[in-house]
């Protein structure tokens, strides 16, 4: 089976834009997390989807946000961009979500300039 | 509240030289407990995991972890460490009706020096 995969890798953005990554999930799997991962702050989980529905969220400012469709695929939006969002930010998908094994992607580095 | 605590930063072993890295949980639920591996630029991939059962739990490359209750504690081991080892280890922490929103502590650095 393919991985998780993230798109896109690299991206090189300015304050106050917005962004949108993109994530596919394993094959099969209906739940899809993301965290935020920096030098300072280490891996902070974001929140979660799990059939389209957000089922978690972690204790960041509403500028970020996300989605999920109908075949898993999920979407994370960061609007008006702060220099401090600079991060490597993960996706990882499980089968369900009772704390089963998240298994992540490669992640997409966004620098805020 | 919930918190994972490695209280190694970075460590330092020779190749074929033991190794233990430490974790610490505190966690209210019965807690699911999982180590993964970051090589640089890269993503988390799970070493293994612990979530009833044996309390000595065997992953990949050869790494093994025991779960201790009483110390709160699921400690890596890996018997002689390969130059491959080489990377960000993370200990993490989840439980069973809080979804899979995983906890995760600040990780530790592995050097191993040939």
């Known amino acids: 089976k393919a991985g998780v995969t993230q798109t896109p890798r690299y991206l090189i953005k300015t304050r106050g834009q917005q962004v949108t990554l993109s994530c596919s999930p394993i094959s099969g799997h209906r739940s899809v997390s993301w965290y935020q991962q920096t030098p300072g702050q280490g891996l902070q989980f974001l929140f979660e989807y799990f059939s389209e529905t957000q089922r978690n969220k972690g204790n960041f400012p509403g500028r970020f946000s996300g989605r999920q469709f109908s075949n898993s695929r999920s979407e994370m939006n960061v609007s008006t961009l702060e220099l401090g969002d600079s991060a490597l930010y993960l996706c990882?998908?499980?089968?369900?979500?009772?704390?089963?094994?998240?298994?992540f992607g490669p992640g997409t580095r966004l620098l805020v300039l | 509240a919930q918190s994972v605590t490695q209280p190694d930063i970075h460590i330092t072993v020779s190749e074929g030289a033991s190794l233990e890295l430490r974790c610490n949980y505190s966690y209210g639920a019965t807690p699911y407990l999982f180590w993964y591996v970051q090589s640089p630029g890269q993503g988390l991939q799970l070493l293994l995991k612990y979530f009833s059962g044996d309390t000595l739990v065997q992953g990949i490359k050869g790494f093994e972890a025991e779960f201790k209750r009483s110390q709160s504690s699921f400690n890596l081991r890996k018997p002689s460490v390969h130059w491959s080892d080489a990377a960000e280890y993370f200990c993490?922490?989840?439980?069973?009706?809080?979804?899979?929103?995983?906890?995760f502590g600040t990780g530790t650095s592995l050097t191993v020096i040939p």
């Open positions: 990882a998908s499980s089968l369900g979500f009772q704390g089963e094994t998240q298994y």
């Open positions: 993490a922490v989840g439980a069973s009706g809080t979804g899979n929103q995983f906890y």
